[in-house]
């Protein structure tokens, strides 16, 4: 019976979690390798790997989450800001152009994914309704299954 060295495999995995730190948080593919304390050529050959691949994705979706929170957080600070640019007579008038230009984009922009999503949303409940209401239609056959 062969039997793994105890510590191993788990010296292997705080690599990878290392490595996947180093992605995340060093400029270059070396830097992260070193970071890790594996080579360039070891650290590549784990990011063509599939589950390495999809635990460094998923890795990078909650960093993105933390920094779009953190984004979200700030924007009423900077909503005020640049409203109080537009409103204040001292600045020039290109500092209260462009503030006001970024105000009405971004709110531009806030409305777009907004109805977007509604419009979304709206489309998964039709898909939905039609799913369960049409179990036939995989066969392009768009009306309910009679019995013989």
């Known amino acids: ?47 063509q790997d599939p589950g390495f691949q999809a635990k460094w994705q998923k890795a990078r979706r909650q960093s993105m989450g933390r920094a779009m929170a953190q984004l979200q ?14 409103a204040d007579p001292k600045a ?20 777009e994914v907004d109805d977007f999503d509604n419009r979304l949303s709206d489309l998964e409940r039709v898909a939905e309704k039609n799913a369960l209401r049409s179990p036939n239609m995989e066969n392009g056959n ?5 019995a013989a």
């Open 1 to 47: 019976m062969i039997t793994q060295m105890k510590g191993h495999g788990e010296k292997f995995t705080r690599q990878k979690q290392a490595a996947i730190i180093g992605l995340l948080t060093q400029p270059t593919l070396d830097e992260a390798a070193k970071f890790a304390r594996v080579s360039s050529t070891t650290l590549w050959r784990w990011q």
């Open 142 to 146: 768009d009306e309910p299954s009679q």
């Open 92 to 111: 020039s008038a290109n500092a209260r152009v462009m503030a006001a230009r970024t105000v009405f984009e971004m709110g531009l922009r806030a409305t």
């Open 73 to 86: 957080q700030a924007s009423f600070t900077a909503v005020t800001t640049l409203k109080e640019i537009m």
